[in-house]
């Protein structure tokens, strides 16, 4: 990667507490985030993606600690103070979620959001400035201006995604994280949003986490995509080159399971997502994986760089002088029973 | 916190029903008992060893009395709960599901209900029934049923109505089943988890509302059974004498009660609704290695 | 198709929802409107078909499907399932019904009573249609659950939904909808809020229970994608009408409503070839309770033309756009040459505008030709019958809407001007006649 990243991600790890043991969600994850960058960061629902999403923003609720680095502008985010970590939130590091409604106030006016926003982060401008920024960057959401003093009610869903984006953007933030961001909308609406979304950087400069369970999501709208698997990226690289050959057998067999208008059978993995408190030994995905080898039950992968910056954590990539004799046989285990899977 | 107000409710509540019960073993002498051994007792005789709590002006046993209080109040409270409940889940479910002009008018018989002063209404209703039935247990018991309906059909209601909304409603209705058959199977389950805590809320609520009913002579009848609040009327002119054991021991006992009842209510609503309810925290070990093995390169 | 090979008919099908308004109104007890969900459709379901509903939200696919199920109150219109009119039935005998037609909802989890356990779950509509004694019941509750998958069925009969994934909740629903032995399966969304790796297993087992049990499926959905492996046929909705319909393999070939295309360009494709479409339609799908004059997609249709409903509301629709992209200075001077647009909310083919105070009609018309000679091919000028200035007023007058009708394409129907012969002889009359007026 050729720009300096916004945001370095160094070994975080993010866990939970829960009665039944820790959850480890984010277990040393390490990523780069380049300067108006579009990253996706897909898998399975319960692999972490969101998790870690919030865990870059510093956002993790009660009974979470975390772990490692997250360097922005120099400074290491994880254990900055409260205080100075919600002065970044907004200008420099930015947050959209899935349900757009439940993050806009019912009683107050789009201009007020915008106000609000804008006066606090910007205390210094004046009342046209404000009005001046926050009717063009509304604009080039396609809110038009004659709608400014209307109410979150008034607008549809779709239009409410493109004011939750206006409103992160307004601020111009460094780096937006897109939680399943298009995910409550319809196929052309989304499509739209994703436009928009990749077009992030021409207009804004803005670096973009999309985090998402669709890979043609990914496919269309990022430069670059992470794939998350049981709290550990699994593989990341440059997206054409990741979905036009995967690397990992789980990008692999992920891809085969997309249901996509090419599709002419139908593919499943087997088994599902592990339970993260207490999660396989050696590779994580081995018990689904069809080429799993006998190393990969007993050791932990070794993270591998590829062509073009490409990282693969997985066996099947070695090292080799790690792999034991024999450790390349193909692993024999039991049948994964269909009641385990869906 | 909650876990801690739960049981500190659920000891002293439990202390009153064990009193209530075991009256008859541990009240020194009857309610109404104010001679023994062919003697009569002093009267307003000061606590001592013979009357722990002293005696009052009828020179029955003070202790003896808030003993059989507790049975008094335990019973009136428990029949005023069966009655309630047994009339206003029954009809917010009703009206909830069906909605429509039956809905209406129990809302609006309700609601008139609701905006009644609750000690005029149970007053009003007292005095109605003290003529055919008499002012025993049950009428103070139905005086405060009246009073509490309305808390329970509101409640019930208008989680019906959240819940008739859930696609497993609507489900159910799509598998062919019967309006009743779908209140009882699918939505009472889900609705009646909220009134174990708001059942024990309302009883300290109507501890308190016979004890005014007592106070101001529409409760029960003294030769009916002791009852806290009635004593605490007689000790009013006491007070003024410096006589303070006659006044003093039933108000503690309603205060006490009535406390113990919120803590075990408010606990309860604590531990059932998830809403107020906080994660448990719980200490997050980051040492831990984050595998089996340890990666050998890093 | 032999006739007795129908299952479902479905003629003239109108179900409106009644809209209460404002609050004012609302006091006066009068009633805004109607939601059209369905509005005139037609169609027939056969026997061993897979038959798909799609469209977006506000389309009305769930409330046509509903309406099927005789769960929602047609408001016209005739439902029959083989040959008994549904429609005309009253409670009872729609329950009764519920033994044959069954449905799997799109929400796994909030289908499923919390309070229930597994076999309590599917046992109950045995229950309710009063099948079998207990013991055979319980026979058949671990048999239909081995059936969906869920096997060993001990594994799972005493389980609370919460202790399930989501797959397994959906397969407990399935399993409860096909335990009754139904003729017709109603699947509403039954995979999209799965994980994309779990979804190929719930529509296996779909496919496999419906060559098992000889189902009939109608199979709601807003995702093309899976429709086009799991459809025989396939219904495009768009506001309550079925814009196009026609068997699978011809509707992805050669789809012929400029709807259904752009729904194909605007799926997400995981192959790296692929980039975000831009020739998007604009906007979202429109309020049905005042849908577009004419064909109800023309506002978004890139190939619309003359008579395909041209009104009021698309004129402020493209001043909108455009002051969206401009400059505040730019967008307020125009806003005060247009003055107040409350006229162009009323839906209509003809409108009187007044001009911002101090300004005159002919500054109106001279910023809407300015905006035309932008971009003349644009459709929306194609609509515009004449423009004229009248001191304070700019008038405006679209061709005559005509509303479009079903026409056989081959082995599709499609509701669409663009295959209207007579349409586009009148659009070109129209155009003959403008040019030769001028404008």
Redesign the interface.
């Known amino acids: 990667m050729t720009t300096t990243p916004v945001v370095s991600v160094r070994d975080l790890r993010v866990y939970y507490g829960t009665p039944r043991g820790t959850v480890r969600a984010v277990d040393r994850v390490s990523l780069d985030i380049g300067e108006g960058e579009v990253l996706g960061l897909v898998g399975e629902s319960g692999c972490g993606k969101s998790t870690l999403g919030r865990g870059i923003l510093g956002l993790l609720p009660e009974g979470a600690a975390s772990d490692g680095e997250v360097i922005y502008g120099g400074k290491n985010l994880v254990g900055m103070n409260p205080k100075e970590l919600r002065r970044l939130r907004g200008p420099d590091l930015g947050l959209i979620f899935q349900e757009p409604m439940t993050r806009l106030n019912p009683v107050m006016r789009i201009e007020d959001h915008f106000r609000e926003a804008l006066e606090q982060h910007e205390p210094n401008l004046t009342d046209r400035e404000i009005r001046t920024r926050s009717l063009e960057t509304l604009g080039q959401m396609g809110i038009p201006p004659t709608r400014f003093r209307q109410y979150p009610h008034e607008f549809s869903g779709g239009m409410r995604q493109r004011i939750m984006i206006a409103l992160a953007l307004v601020l111009r933030p460094k780096l937006l994280v897109a939680d399943e961001p298009t995910t409550s909308l319809d196929v052309i609406v989304e499509a739209q949003i994703l436009g928009i979304l990749s077009d992030l950087r021409r207009n804004f400069g803005t670096a973009l986490l999309l985090i998402t369970h669709n890979l043609g999501i990914v496919a269309e709208a990022c430069d670059r995509v992470a794939v998350m698997y049981a709290g550990q990226i699994a593989e990341e690289g440059d997206a054409r080159d990741v979905f036009g050959e995967p690397a990992h057998p789980y990008t692999r067999e992920l891809l085969r399971s997309t249901i996509s208008l090419e599709t002419d059978e139908l593919h499943s993995i087997p088994g599902a997502p592990p339970n993260l408190i207490d999660p396989p030994n050696g590779c994580r995905f081995h018990p689904r994986c069809p080429s799993a080898m006998e190393v990969c039950a007993s050791r932990d992968p070794v993270e591998q760089t590829l062509d073009e910056g490409r990282r693969v954590l997985c066996w099947l990539h070695g090292p080799d002088e790690l792999i034991p004799e024999g450790g390349r046989d193909e692993l024999e285990r039991e049948e994964i029973a269909v009641a385990e899977e869906a | 916190m909650a876990r801690s107000m739960l049981w500190i409710g659920a000891g002293i509540t439990l202390a009153f029903v064990l009193i209530a019960l075991l009256a008859p073993v541990i009240a020194p002498y009857d309610f109404d008992t104010f001679r023994a051994n062919g003697h009569r007792f002093p009267q307003l005789a000061a606590p001592s060893w013979d009357h722990l709590m002293g005696t009052n002006v009828q020179s029955t046993d003070v202790l003896s009395r808030i003993i059989w209080g507790a049975q008094t109040e335990l019973k009136v409270v428990i029949v005023s709960m069966v009655f309630s409940i047994g009339v206003g889940v029954p009809l917010g479910l009703l009206s909830g599901y069906f909605g429509g002009w039956l809905d209406r008018v129990l809302v609006l018989l309700m609601d008139a209900l609701l905006v009644f002063p609750f000690l005029l209404l149970a007053i009003v209703i007292a005095f109605l029934l003290s003529d055919r039935v008499g002012q025993g247990i049950f009428t103070a018991a139905i005086a405060i049923t009246v009073v509490y309906v309305p808390l329970y059909f509101r409640v019930v209601r208008n989680h019906t109505i959240s819940i008739r909304e859930e696609p497993f409603v609507e489900a159910a209705r799509a598998l062919g089943a019967r309006p009743f058959t779908v209140i009882r199977k699918y939505v009472f389950f889900n609705v009646v988890q909220n009134v174990p805590p708001l059942a024990t809320l309302n009883a300290a609520d109507a501890i308190l509302t016979l004890a005014a009913l007592g106070f101001l002579g529409y409760g029960i009848q003294p030769t009916d059974g002791a009852e806290w609040g009635y004593d605490i009327n007689r000790a009013v002119s006491d007070a003024a004498s410096g006589i303070w054991w006659t006044g003093l021991f039933p108000g503690l006992a309603i205060v006490l009660l009535v406390t113990g009842l919120t803590l075990l209510g408010e606990g309860l609503n604590e531990t059932i609704n998830p809403v107020l309810r906080k994660r448990p925290k719980v200490k997050v070990d980051m040492s831990q290695p984050t595998s089996g093995t340890e990666p050998e390169s890093r | 198709m032999p006739l007795d090979d129908v299952l479902v008919s479905i003629r003239g099908l109108k179900t409106y929802y009644s809209i209460r308004g404002s609050f004012a109104s609302r006091i006066i007890g009068r009633e805004a409107g109607h939601v059209r969900a369905v509005d005139d459709v037609s169609l027939e379901l056969h026997r061993g078909e897979v038959l798909g509903l799609v469209g ?2 506000g389309s009305g696919k769930t409330t046509l499907g509903r309406t099927i ?1 005789g ?1 929602v109150a047609a408001t016209e219109g005739s439902v029959q399932f083989e040959g008994r009119e549904i429609t005309k039935m009253n409670e009872r005998e ?6 044959e037609m ?2 799997v ?3 796994p989890h ?7 356990t597994v076999q309590q779950l599917v046992e ?2 045995l229950q ?2 009063k099948v079998g004694t207990r013991a055979e019941r319980r026979s058949r509750v671990a048999e239909t659950l081995s059936i969906v ?4 069925p001990e ?2 009969m005493e389980k609370y939904p919460a202790d399930l ?4 909740k ?2 407990v ?1 399935i399993a ?1 909808a096909i335990i009754l032995n139904p003729v017709l399966l109603v699947a509403d969304e039954p995979v999209s809020m799965l ?10 087992l779909m496919l496999y229970l419906k060559r098992q049990l000889n189902l009939t499926y109608l199979y709601i959905t ?5 429709a ?2 799991f459809c025989d046929r396939i219904a495009i909705l768009y506001l309550g009408r079925i814009v196009e319909i026609g068997p699978s393999e011809a509707i ?1 070939a050669d789809p012929k409503h400029p709807y259904t295309r ?11 070839r ?5 020739d ?3 906007g ?2 429109p309020d049905a309770a005042r849908p577009p004059l004419g064909c109800s997609f023309h506002p978004r249709c890139p190939l619309a033309f003359e008579v395909c409903g041209w009104e009021t509301r698309d004129l402020r629709d493209l001043l ?2 455009r ?4 400059a ?1 200075e730019d ?1 307020e001077a125009e ?1 005060a040459l247009m003055g107040d ?1 409350g006229a162009l909310d009323e839906p209509a083919s003809h409108v009187r505008l007044k001009a911002g105070s101090g300004r005159t009609g002919a500054e109106v018309v001279a910023l809407l030709e300015s905006i035309r000679e932008k971009s003349p091919d644009a459709p929306f000028w194609k609509g515009i019958r004449q423009i004229a200035a009248d001191g304070q007023f700019a008038e405006l007058e679209w061709h005559e809407p005509i509303a479009p009708r079903p026409l056989d394409q081959g082995d599709t129907t499609v509701e669409c001007h663009l295959y209207d012969e007579e349409a586009l002889a009148e659009a070109d009359r129209r155009r003959a006649e403008v040019t030769a007026v001028g404008v």
């Open positions: 977006e939200s199920l769960l729609l329950r009764r019904l519920r033994r069954q449905v909802f799109q929400d909030a289908s499923l009573n919390p309070a229930m109950h509509p309710i249609h998958g869920l096997d060993p594994q799972f994934s989501g797959g397994q959906q397969r629903v409860r994980d994309m790796s779990v979804r190929a297993k719930i529509l296996e807003h995702d093309l994608a899976t086009k492996f992805y752009a729904l194909l360009r605007a799926i997400p494709n995981p192959d790296p692929h980039a975000v479409p831009r998007l339609p604009p979202e799908v909108e756009a002051w969206a992209m401009q505040q967008y806003q647009l």
